[in-house]
T-cell receptor, first 114, second 112 residues
Framework: DVKVTQSSRYLVKRTGEKVFLECVQD?????MFWYRQDPGLGLRLIYF???????EKGDIPEGYSVSREKKERFSLILESASTNQTSMYLC?????????????FGPGTRLTVL | QKEVEQNSGPLSVPEGAIASLNCTYSDRGSQSFFWYRQYSGKSPELIMF????GDKEDGRFTAQLNKASQYVSLLIRDSQPSDSATYLCAVAYQGGSEKLVFGKGMKLTVNP
């Protein structure tokens, strides 16, 4: 079975802090994604990566950056956390580069910024 | 703007009934369509995908695609209380490569 894990289920940070969210997948998938999910707004893509060191902006990249130094690991970075970044963050991965494919999601990290 | 619209819901059906969930999308060139289920407090999981016009059946689930009308639906036959969840429609837009655009979801409750 595909397994996508995220470093924390719950995280509380203060405004202005630098925040790292980690995601690891164990199935050698090429593509990895970061979404945030908010009530009434659904799932929105922040960034995705189709290869090591490669990344592409999603629909809402402002205030975020990402890092993919190894194929299995994709990190989301909040450079200076703000209260409007309080949300559920979901990581996902999929197998095939260049084509739409089933995405497998991690359990999510609920981030609260105070 | 690439859009995926789902009925706002929520939808409530009695146990054993057919639940019908609908989704429309804005890009006529879209080729791939996915239905995900998300239980409360959990992450989304794939139910099924469809690429061709017509129906695709998997157990109690049937996905229906009409590209001319830009419409995709999910039918759940013999609905069970365990089907109570939020259902997300996702569309891969032409030229969007690996990316999916998700609808906001429809909450389904199946009453015993």
């Amino acid at each position: 079975d595909v397994k996508v894990t995220q470093s924390s289920r719950y995280l509380v940070k203060r405004t202005g802090e630098k925040v790292f969210l980690e995601c690891v997948q164990d199935m050698d998938h090429e593509n990895m994604f970061w979404y945030r999910q908010d009530p009434g707004l659904g799932l929105r893509l922040i960034y995705f990566s189709y290869d090591v060191k490669m990344k592409e902006k999603g629909d809402i990249p402002e205030g975020y950056s990402v890092s993919r130094e190894k194929k299995e690991r994709f990190s989301l970075i909040l450079e200076s956390a703000s209260t409007n970044q309080t949300s559920m963050y979901l990581c996902a991965s999929s197998v095939n580069p260049g084509v739409p494919d089933t995405q497998y999601f991690g359990p999510g990290t609920r981030l609260t910024v105070l | 703007q690439k859009e995926v619209e789902q009925n706002s819901g929520p939808l409530s059906v009695p146990e054993g009934a057919i639940a019908s969930l609908n989704c429309t999308y804005s890009d006529r060139g879209s080729q791939s369509f996915f239905w995900y289920r998300q239980y409360s407090g959990k992450s989304p999981e794939l139910i099924m995908f469809i690429y061709s016009n017509g129906d695709k059946e998997d157990g109690r689930f049937t996905a229906q695609l009409n590209k001319a009308s830009q419409y995709v639906s999910l039918l759940i036959r013999d609905s069970q209380p365990s089907d109570s969840a939020t259902y997300l429609c996702a569309v891969a837009y032409q030229g969007g490569s690996e990316k999916l655009v998700f609808g906001k979801g429809m909450k389904l409750t199946v009453n015993p």
